[in-house]
């Protein structure tokens, strides 16, 4: 039926799409459609063309998401340009009801060149908009006519009943057609590992440990690992050797308490998850606590048994609160900014959260040890979807404690009670399982965390 409004009148730029399409054909205008929030986004104005695209749509296809580009994972934009994939639109937007999934829903839907474009604003996000590319808006664009009319045939030339012609020795041939070869398919986001080396040991020594707790690196490859039960921080040099450790204290914030997680900003500060205080301490010189995040403020905006966290790319500390079961933000200066999730069992809520890491798409993933599942949250704090149930298969987990993303976006994590490192590879596609246990060089007995370093190694710190 959108065929026949292929010469209907633009919107105004801004204006409110609330255009409804009956069963009958007949268009209406429903105002209670503005709660959707749809606009008239961008004007294309063009020979034989002249209509609005929905702001939907426009967003879509000027959107940003995780690619991969010369053999490599990265955020990008995923069209060349706006119209690359669908073409000029053939039709304004309009309002359906149509039946998804037995049930009766409102789809926004508009015709381009090449494709059709529906806006389902009750799906979740990442699969509001969907596309297809067949209809008569298609049959139009390439063959200009009116619908129900047959291709006009091409004529077929009559034989030339005169001699064949001699060919020209002296012409140029015309060069064969190269046919240009189908794109490589997306290769499996494998990686290979093998044991490149070990630190520490029981504690009997400087340079081991008692209970491991976080690790982190720096960008020249300096390791820096936490010691729960002796409270205290290590580093080694990148082929292992030690070079230092330290306790934190501090004169008004008092020491370090069962410390938990490391991690490492941009500036190079050394930052530490002290569980034992519930906050976040910047480490200065001469093992000096020369800031505390967390601790602070109204007791809803605290930290209270947190158990991981991580440094966002915006500078934002993003904390797996475990005692208060949500994920809290806080702003590069301290203040806090925002909880993601809520207590409970369901989508974006969290039982134990674990551990959380922050894609550079924004996307928050947060692992919750209880439920042995991994969410994730648009970068507002939305939820966006959830997977992993408990045990041992493909897709299942038993107590995931930590996350890690490499530089290219893949995401790992440690299945502490199936004793492995999980890959997350593809937009999230399990990797398939090589199961490392045990006590021997190259296996893991209880893994804790992992961290994955810019010269191409995975730490992974285990129960010891």
Not at 7 to 27: E, F, I, K, R
Not at 326 to 355: C, H, R
Request: charged fraction near 20%; glycine fraction near 12%.
């Amino acid at each position: 039926m959108l065929a026949k409004l292929r010469t209907a009148s633009p919107l105004a730029d801004g204006a409110p799409g609330h255009s409804a399409h009956d069963a009958n054909g007949a268009v209406i205008e429903d105002a209670a459609l503005n709660v959707f929030g749809v606009t008239a986004a961008y004007h294309v104005n063009e020979p034989g063309i002249d209509h609005q695209v929905a702001s939907p749509f426009w967003a879509f296809m000027n959107a940003s998401d995780l690619v991969y580009e010369d053999g490599v994972f990265l955020t990008a934009s995923l069209f060349p340009s706006a119209f690359y994939a669908t073409g000029l639109p053939v039709t304004e937007a309009y309002w359906a009801q149509v039946q998804v999934d037995g049930t009766d829903k409102d789809v926004l839907i508009q015709c381009f060149e090449r494709r059709c474009l529906t806006y389902t604003p009750d799906n979740p996000l990442g699969w509001q908009v969907e596309a297809g590319n067949v209809g008569q808006h298609y049959y139009h664009w390439r063959y200009g006519q009116d619908d129900g009319a047959e291709p006009t045939p091409e004529p077929t030339a009559e034989p030339d009943p005169s001699p064949t012609a001699e060919p020209d020795p002296s012409a140029t041939p015309e060069p064969e057609p190269t046919q240009t070869p189908d794109p490589d398919p997306l290769p499996e986001a494998v990686v290979d590992y093998t044991l490149a080396a070990a630190l520490g040991g029981d504690q009997s020594d400087f340079n081991e440990f008692d209970r491991l707790g976080g690790i982190t690196t720096r960008p020249d490859g300096t390791v820096i690992v936490v010691d729960k039960m002796s409270e205290r921080v290590q580093k080694f040099s990148p082929d292992g050797s030690w070079i230092s450790s330290f306790s934190g204290t501090g004169q008004d914030n008092g020491p370090m308490e069962y410390p938990e997680d490391v991690e490492v900003d941009g500036e190079g500060r050394i930052w530490i998850l002290d569980r034992g205080n519930s906050r976040i301490v910047q480490m200065g010189v001469n093992s000096q606590v020369v800031k505390s995040i967390g601790n602070v403020g109204k007791p809803n905006l605290r930290l209270l048994d947190p158990a991981g966290f991580t440094i966002g790319p915006d500078g934002y500390f993003y904390v797996a609160d475990t005692g208060h079961r949500v994920v809290k933000v806080y702003k590069p200066d301290g203040n806090f900014a925002a909880a993601i999730g809520e207590p409970g069992t369901g989508d974006g809520q969290f039982v134990a959260p674990s551990d959380v890491v922050v894609h550079e798409s924004g996307n928050i993933i947060v692992a919750d040890q209880e439920t042995s599942r991994i969410q994730m949250f648009g970068p507002e704090g939305e939820f966006i979807f959830a997977w992993g149930t408990e045990g041992s298969g493909e897709e299942e987990f038993t107590s995931p404690t930590a996350l890690a993303l490499d530089e290219v976006g893949r995401l790992y994590i440690v299945d502490l009670g199936n004793h492995r490192i999980r890959g997350l590879h593809d937009r999230c596609r399990v990797h398939p399982d090589d199961r490392l246990e045990g006590g021997d060089p190259g296996q893991l007995n209880g893994p804790v965390d992992v961290v994955a370093d810019n010269h191409g190694k995975y730490l992974c710190r285990g129960s010891r």
